[in-house]
């Protein structure tokens, strides 16, 4: 089972950016899925996550900004970023949980800069 990040990149304060996350290697559902970031120096954090049947759980500084959704049938997983800040500068890691396994991606950098 994999798992592959993609959508990151530079973008100016105040835009917005939406990552993606695809499994692949398996026809199952993940029971939850979500994104974590790691800023250079700082441990590792949950961004958000969201269960099979469309719970989600935040961070509590992101609410309002972040918005997580996925499509099962896919096992595919989107972080929808706006209103970016430099402090959201960071790699972003997708995260997913199949029975009692969990799997991380590969990493996103995401660079908020003018």
């Known amino acids: 089972v994999q798992l592959q990040a993609s959508g990151g990149g530079l973008v100016q304060p105040g835009e917005s950016l939406r990552l993606s996350c695809a499994a692949s290697?398996?026809?199952?559902?993940?029971?939850?899925m979500g994104w974590y970031r790691q800023a250079p120096g700082k441990q590792r954090e949950l961004v958000a996550d969201i269960s099979s049947g469309g719970s989600t759980n935040y961070a509590d500084s992101l609410k309002g900004r972040f918005t997580i959704s996925r499509t099962n049938a896919e096992n595919t997983v989107y972080l929808q970023m706006s209103s970016l800040k430099p402090e959201d500068t960071a790699g972003y890691y997708c995260?997913?949980?199949?029975?009692?396994?969990?799997?991380w991606g590969q990493g996103t950098l995401v660079t908020v800069s003018s």
């Open positions: 290697g398996t026809h199952f559902s993940f029971n939850a």
């Open positions: 995260w997913g949980r199949l029975g009692r396994a969990g799997y």
